[in-house]
């Protein structure tokens, strides 16, 4: 089954730019997708299409794809980004979708 | 108020059987797809099953399939899973989540992602 692979952690100090990766055989044909999960809460959609910004979503959040990788990339990260952060894709025929394992960004 | 109400959850034996619904609410339901989503505990997100607006597509994970039957009800704005044969790795909060999308200004169809997610309903699988 197809899989996607992300880093499990990532730990930054305020204001510093954290870079999340997301791998997958079939990024090159599917858009990504990116999620924040908090404890105790539903996620909530922060990138979608690899690079588009849903409105409310801070400026600070970008997205970027290159092959079979794509990345988040959170500048000038503040306390409240800490949280777990999930790709999203779908296998190369579109009728599985898939999420990464997950990254828990720490904010040192 | 754009929003996704899960019920349904509990627990049960191995083996058994469980429906989740999901009640939507503030949106047109009828133009959307929709996703289950669950999380085990400590776990991170998986992927279980995809409707289309219509009922017309569904998708399953490996998984599930032959398991888990997903289904809407367009009339009553709801979404429903029905869970036989349950597991103990069944066990985990169940999220719906629509699946949004856009036209640009060429007219193609895109994926905007899952950007609505109730607030789950947890699945407890134990004998």
């Known amino acids: 089954s197809y899989e996607l692979t992300q880093p499990p952690s990532v730990s930054v100090s305020p204001g510093q730019t954290a870079r999340i990766t997301c791998s997958g055989d079939a990024l090159p044909k599917q858009y990504a997708y990116w999620y924040q999960q908090k404890p105790g809460q539903a996620p909530v959609l922060v990138i979608y299409k690899d690079s588009e910004r849903p409105s409310g979503i801070p400026e600070r959040f970008s997205g970027s794809s290159s092959g079979t990788t794509v990345t988040l990339t959170i500048s000038g990260v503040q306390a409240e980004d800490e949280a777990d952060y999930y790709c999203q894709s779908a296998d190369s025929s579109g009728t599985s979708w898939v999420f990464g394992g997950g990254t828990k960004l720490t904010v040192l | ?127």
């Open chain 2, 1 to 127: 108020e754009v929003q996704l109400v899960e019920s349904g959850g509990g627990l049960v034996q191995p083996g058994g059987s469980l429906r989740l619904s999901c009640a939507a609410s503030g949106f047109t339901f009828s133009s959307y797809s929709m996703n289950w989503v669950r999380q085990a505990p400590g776990k991170g997100l998986e992927w279980v099953s995809y409707i289309s607006s219509s009922s017309s597509t569904i998708y399953y994970a490996d998984s599930v399939k032959g398991r888990f039957t997903i289904s809407r009800d367009n009339a009553k704005n709801s979404l429903y899973l029905q869970m036989n044969s349950l597991r103990d790795e069944d066990t985990a909060v169940y999220y719906c989540a629509r699946v949004g999308y856009y036209y640009d200004s060429s007219g193609d169809y895109y994926y905007y992602g899952m950007d609505v997610w109730g607030q789950g309903t947890t699945v407890t699988v134990s004998s």
